[in-house]
């Protein structure tokens, strides 16, 4: 799976219609209608705000008043095809006059994401998790072996040693005979 790091807008024009798409990276459902919010916002007199997202197993698409199945589901095609997640994307549309017909609006929002989508910085996402483990002085060769390929976040030395790791589900199966407590569970970004 994949997604962007950073927000992107892209834009296009069809036909006279500008066709502004906007990709945020979510990492929750609330984060969507904020989104969707301030889109209509900073772009008060458009004719359409369509819109896809994935969000782990949760998928949904909108058409916003374009002939059903024109814009939203071409969206979220395109993400689906590029196995992304954790992306909203938005599509705001001005009309200019020429109408395209129900295949044109499929081609034109296709082509907008998948526009938006090269100009975007993507990473891969693997399942991971944020833990804690603790161990003892003489483990630490061990322990920081083990995690060469995971990212410590936080690192305290009293009787024990404390790490707060961000790491991978392989990684942490080498792991299992340590002591350690997970905290969050999610996908992780990688740049393997």
Not at 6 to 18: C, G, L, P, Q, Y
Not at 20 to 38: A, C, H
Request: hydrophobic share 35%.
């Amino acid at each position: 799976m994949n997604t962007i790091t950073t927000d992107t807008e892209n834009e296009i024009i069809i036909k006279n219609s500008k066709f502004i798409t906007l990709l945020y990276k979510i990492d929750n459902i609330e984060d969507i209608q904020q989104k969707l919010d301030s889109v209509k916002i900073k772009y008060p007199k458009a004719t359409h705000y369509c819109y896809a997202y994935i969000l782990n197993q949760q998928k949904h698409s909108n058409d916003d008043k374009e002939p059903s199945g024109t814009a939203g589901i071409p969206i979220l095609n395109v993400l689906e095809k590029e196995d992304m997640n954790k992306i909203l994307a938005v599509v705001v549309r001005y009309f200019g006059g020429i109408k395209l017909g129900a295949s044109g609006l499929v081609r034109a929002y296709t082509k907008s994401i998948k526009e938006a989508l090269k100009s975007s910085k993507i990473c891969k996402l693997i399942s991971g998790k944020i833990i804690d483990l603790t161990f003892t002085y003489s483990e630490q060769k061990q322990i920081d072996y083990l995690l060469k390929d995971s990212t410590i976040l936080n690192q305290e030395f009293t009787e024990n040693i404390k790490y707060r790791v961000l790491i991978d589900d392989n990684s942490l199966n080498k792991l299992i005979k340590y002591n350690y407590q997970i905290i969050k569970s999610d996908y992780i970004e990688s740049s393997k």
